[in-house]
Structure formats: C-alpha cells, structure tokens
C-alpha cells in the first residue's frame, strides 16, 4: 500500500522521495502579494503591498526563522506558501513544481507534504471533535480507509508530541484540555501526514512562558528525528536562538536580511535588524537602567509605501539621494549572510 502511494506521488510530481539533505526543498522567486483595495462605489483604490519581491531558498531538513514586527508580511508570506493566498507575482517552487500552476490532484498531494502549526490552539481546533477525532480526520481526507492503522498512527504521533498514555487523551475535547495539551494536539495533526515541510505560526505566542521553549523544543526534536525542513513565524528575537539555523528579517513587505541565526545575532547588518535586537527584552538586570535607542516613527503604509529602502525615513544611517531613491539589491557581509542595505555597496 505504503508502495503504491510513493508510486503514485511520483507519477503527480515527477520528483522521486529520495532526497539529500542539503538540496532545495522549497524554492520563492521574486513573489508578490498585493490585496486589492476597493472604495465602495469609486471601483478600484490602490494596493496593499502586503509581501515585494521576497526570494529565498529552504533546504531539506532546515528550519528557518522569519521575524519582523507586527503587519511586516510575515503571516502573508506563510499563507502563501500554504497555497491559501495566490501569489499576484513570482514563483513558489516545492520539489521543483510551482504550486500556482497545481490542478486538484497535485493539491492533494501538496496538503500532505506541508504541515500547519497555527498560532491560537484552542481556536484551531473543532470544539465538537474529540482528540482521537481530530487526529484521524487528516488520514481520513487523503484516503487511509483501514481504522486499524489509523488508530496506530493516531498513537504513534501523540506518542512523539508528548501526549501519553494516549487512552488518557483520545476522548478528550479542546476545552478539556491545557493550553499546552492543545499545541501539541495541533503540532500532532499537522505531523500525522508525515510532512517534509512544517509551517509554524507564532506557535508558541499564545502560551504560558513556562511550556514556550517547552514546546519549541519539543518542534526542534521532530523537526530533527524527521528531517523536516520548518518556517517559524514570529515577532520574537529571543525565541529563535532555540529553533532556527536560520534567520529571514521582514520589514514593510522585503526580507531587509538573512543570516545564519549566530551570525545575525552577534553582528546584525541592517539598521533594522539591529534596532529589533535592542528593542529584545534583557534578562541581565545590570542593563535595566541602559538606555536603548529606537528608530523614530512607525512602519510605512503598505498601501503607499516609501520610494527607495523602506527603512529610511527611520534610520539615522541613511545615505541622502541613495537610500531615499532606489531599493537596495541584496549584498553579501559574508558567507551565508546577505543584507538589503546601501551601506554595504
């Protein structure tokens, strides 16, 4: 059985289940999304820019993070990915085929090779449905018809997300269960497919601080065990150090910096990046009384967004009639480490 559905994915994608590690999963090529605004009874009012020319490359068995503040597009940019957003430009690769070109069958497949963490767990999950319920719909939906393996791939999931004895769980309800019980059923669902991709959202921002590294430890070991490659959402720098290899900086629609997730925090590149790092909350009481300087002002309006680096009307290093006219290429500081910003040139 287990032969004839590789068989079968091969024959939808083209793309064997052999795989080195290493090699590039998931491919995004100067993607945008833009929303389009309607004023009621005037037609047409403009753009949200909502995600600008993004490219990057996510490898097999990797796990990146990407950050930024709130309404930066890091929450588009996943959507995206995950297929309910369509792309207004550019190209998302998986295994080589682009996903805006997928007909019903190819979405099938698609569903179970990506996996969704979501950010709020009690709002994630049907309160109608027991745990046992919930865990089984997924295998149900792609066609796994014998209960009897259901049941015990049920099991084997609760068993690796830390719900065990799973006779305790199985016919239990959202609402009977903790806020970190629930994660982990969320976390279980989105890995009973067995996935190469998890796409986590925030997922520990809704948790008490004492089950948060908790629970990205715990993603950390499966995405490990699995080799499965992961994207992090999230607006927490301090966070990341546990989770990622990588780090992707979102600021007003652009990734502004990608690094190896040490190099970046030891030496942050872009003016953005280094003003999240001071705004990142300091455990160390000797710095209480240090002042911490923040860039000026707010984000720009996706809608109109500035000419030029969209950082600049913000950042005291900016370069006159350089960085408030043309957006910056991306520039290599070293190895593995790339920054948008004109004072690299």
Avoid at 66 to 82: D, P
Avoid at 251 to 268: F, M, T, W
Wanted: hydrophobic letters at 40%; glycine letters at 6%.
């Amino acid at each position: 059985m287990v032969m004839i559905a590789k068989s079968a994915e091969e024959k939808i994608t083209g793309v064997s289940e052999a795989n080195v590690k290493g090699d590039v999963l998931l491919s995004v090529r100067d993607l945008r999304v833009w929303f389009e605004l309607r004023r009621f009874g005037f037609g047409h009012a403009g753009y949200v820019r909502a995600v600008d020319n993004v490219s990057f490359d996510l490898h097999y068995g990797e796990a990146v993070a990407v950050v930024g503040e709130s309404g930066c597009g890091k929450s588009s940019l996943m959507k995206s990915i995950l297929g309910l957003n369509k792309p207004t430009k550019g190209n998302i690769l998986f295994e080589g085929k682009d996903i805006n070109t997928f007909d019903t069958q190819n979405w099938h497949w698609y569903r179970r090779k990506v996996g969704y963490v979501q950010q709020d767990p009690y709002g994630a999950l049907a309160p109608f449905m027991t745990v046992q319920r919930i865990l089984e719909e997924p295998l149900i939906v792609h066609g796994v018809k014998n209960a009897d393996e259901r049941e015990q791939r049920v099991r084997k999931v609760m068993d690796e997300v830390k719900l065990s004895p799973a006779d305790d769980f199985l016919s239990k309800y959202p609402h009977m269960l903790s806020g970190g019980q629930q994660q982990r059923v969320v976390i279980a669902r989105a890995m009973v497919m067995e996935p190469k991709l998890i796409v986590a959202d925030e997922p520990v921002s809704m948790l008490d601080a004492s089950v948060r590294v908790e629970i990205l430890k715990l993603l950390r070991g499966l995405q490990e065990s699995h080799n499965l490659a992961m994207i992090y959402i999230t607006h927490d720098l301090s966070t990341v150090r546990y989770f990622s290899e990588r780090i992707f900086v979102m600021y007003a629609g652009n990734i502004v910096e990608k690094s190896p997730v040490k190099e970046l925090l030891n030496n942050p590149s872009h003016p953005y990046t280094a003003a999240l790092l001071t705004a990142t909350s300091d455990p160390d009481s000797r710095n209480a009384e240090t002042f911490k300087e923040i860039p000026p002002g707010e984000p720009p309006s996706l809608v109109s967004p500035p000419t030029g680096c969209r950082f600049h009307p913000r950042c005291s290093r900016k370069i006159d009639n350089l960085c408030d006219v043309e957006e910056p290429p991306e520039f290599e500081i070293s190895a593995g480490h790339h920054a948008a910003c004109w004072l690299y040139k």
